[in-house]
């Protein structure tokens, strides 16, 4: 097989035939990446955005690579090429809303708004409008928080919070389960030279779910409860109990779901105002016509009235409010000073007609107790479902004769009816999906395939999944914002919004457990009490002190010179010695 590879401009660089070493591996939510092998009788060096085009894909080099010189007229090339699914982890995620390139951000939408976004972000860096929003599953809006975030990654935290996944077809961004296709039949001596059986170690096995509702929107002393119930009040449920007894805890996939009502902005109005320190503000207000209740005799003692926008230029942002029953009007809390001096709402970022809402912090009449718990029950019944799926990895070499005499087109999420009776005896067969392949370049039907119903983020993707998690859980915690940490060796001035190092702290401060010394002047206005041995090694003197027959204070000190001890004060009472 002949493959060119060509620099950024599109210009041939050269013509290589690779060995039968060259692999292309590629699988759900993972990389995508083209290896080759070959020698060739020139040398040239290949460039970050090279590119080769297989199969229909296209691979891009991301970093330099050199080849080795074996002979006087030979080179050995030993090149990665990697596709979109690779590429797209050096495209951040910004805010493009009236091109303000922002990288830390939130968005409160549905999945396919995120989606759009993050083609959008995709046609940016690659200066075209060819990349497209594909499948997306429906989902209700869901709130991710962009800081620094690549592409990859917020592909990864939409998919797990829609629970699904991510894939890419050409130039099209899909967000759906990856399957298509009628079903290929294959298994041993059908198409594959043998079958294995592995097991997902990171996708959960249980039969027992103890799912956790939202205490959102939730007043203990009205619902009974300080959590959303099942509708029927069950505390788990269950399935495939022939398994046993295996419990499993659930939060996070249904922390969203609470009595709530989408509201709609109706009427905007706003009123300029001075504060207490002399700075003028504007404070915006809205209507609502829709809100059939009054808010105020909703509400739970100890939280305040809050909203967070679901659309518009507050699209995620959470806001204090106040109901003024007579004006029937929500008055917004103000933010001030939110940024350079700039109050929110302000400027562009302020509420207009058709902007959705969410009101939460308040009881809500007894209605919208039952759609949630209806709500709550319908996401516990899906993830049910989901997780009855097998967790197990089917791993088998293709016969490439085989597959080539039927003219088998094996894809990422192609159906598959893998037939075994050793494996499923009851059917003697299993519907599934390709969800990774690793095949030669020189023979695409040679390769090794993996069949599962889940797919396998993999231990360090799911060791990063985790760190993202609390390194969001510890920004939302600090108002979005990690504090600077001031070093041991830097100068930076400690204020309000920094903090030091656990060595830097070690030196600021006395230790109350180890031997400790202070360079500077301590003072002690309370006074000291010193239980065991008190040292001073030159003096211990009154604050004031004057020496001579008419000065005042006192002094005890030891003379240089003449090593003497010394002791000036006005009065000394011996009372023994």
Request: proline share 3%; charged share 25%; glycine share 6%.
């Amino acid at each position: 097989m002949e493959l060119k590879i060509y620099n950024q401009e599109d210009v041939l660089k050269a013509s290589v035939s690779p060995d039968d070493n060259s692999t292309n591996s590629k699988g759900i939510m993972d990389d995508n990446v083209l290896v080759l092998s070959f020698k060739h009788f020139d040398c040239f060096h290949i460039d970050v955005n090279d590119y080769v085009d297989f199969m229909g894909e296209r691979f891009w080099a991301l970093e330099q690579q050199t080849p080795n010189q074996i002979s006087t007229v030979e080179w050995e090339y030993n090149l990665k090429l990697y596709g979109i699914e690779s590429l797209i982890k050096r495209i951040l995620v910004l805010k493009l809303v009236d091109n303000e390139l922002l990288p830390q951000f939130s968005l409160t939408a549905e999945a396919i708004d995120h989606v759009r976004l993050f083609v959008d972000n995709i046609n940016r860096v690659m200066n075209t409008t060819n990349w497209k929003v594909g499948e997306v599953v429906g989902s209700a809006n869901m709130t991710v928080d962009y800081s620094g975030t690549y592409i990859n990654k917020g592909l990864d935290q939409v998919a797990e919070l829609a629970n699904t996944e991510w894939w890419i077809e050409g130039t099209t961004v899909n967000l759906t389960r990856c399957e298509h296709s009628a079903p290929i039949t294959l298994g041993y001596r059908d198409g594959l030279l043998s079958i294995s059986r592995d097991t997902n170690e990171n996708a959960p096995f249980f039969t027992r779910l103890f799912p956790l509702g939202s205490n959102r929107n939730i007043d203990r002393s009205v619902y009974g409860y300080n959590r959303l119930q099942l509708p029927t009040g069950a505390k788990y449920v269950e399935q495939n109990l022939q398994y046993g007894i295996i419990e499993h805890f659930e939060e996070t996939a249904f922390q969203n779901i609470y009595p709530r009502r989408i509201g709609t902005v109706e009427t905007v109005r706003s009123e300029a105002v001075t504060g207490d320190d002399g700075n003028p503000f504007t404070i915006y207000y809205f209507t609502d016509t829709g809100l059939n209740f009054n808010p105020n005799d909703y509400e739970i003692a100890g939280l305040v009235k809050n909203i967070v926008f679901q659309s518009g230029e507050l699209n995620g942002r959470d806001f204090e409010v106040n109901w003024n029953n007579d004006t029937h009007e929500f008055e917004i809390i103000t933010q001030w000073p939110y940024s350079d001096g700039e109050q929110l709402p302000g400027g562009v970022l302020i509420p207009k007609t058709g902007d959705k809402y969410i009101l939460y912090n308040l009881t809500m009449p007894t209605e919208y107790y039952a759609l949630a718990e209806q709500e709550f029950a319908e996401a516990v019944q899906a993830y049910l479902d989901n997780n009855k799926l097998d967790k197990a990895i089917y791993k088998a070499p293709t016969d490439y004769i085989e597959l080539s005499k039927r003219n088998v087109d094996i894809t990422i999420g192609q159906t598959i009816r893998l037939e075994s009776a050793a494996y499923f005896p009851q059917t003697g067969y299993r519907l599934s999906r390709i969800t990774r392949i690793t095949r030669k370049v020189n023979n695409p039907y040679q390769a090794d395939i993996e069949i599962a119903d889940t797919t396998d983020r993999g231990k360090m993707a799911e060791i990063d999944g985790r760190i993202e998690e609390t390194n969001r859980y510890v920004q939302s915690a600090l108002a979005g914002r990690l504090l600077d940490v001031i070093k041991s060796w830097e100068t930076t001035l400690p204020t309000d919004t920094n903090i030091f190092s656990a060595r830097r702290t070690m030196q600021e401060f006395l230790s109350k457990k180890n031997d400790d010394t202070a360079a500077g002047f301590i003072r002690f206005l309370q006074g000291i009490s010193v239980q065991e041995l008190a040292i001073f090694k030159t003096a211990l003197s009154s604050e004031v002190f004057v020496d001579g027959m008419f000065g005042e204070g006192f002094k005890m000190w030891k003379d240089v010179e003449s090593g003497l001890s010394n002791l000036t004060l006005d009065r000394l009472t011996v009372r023994q010695t």
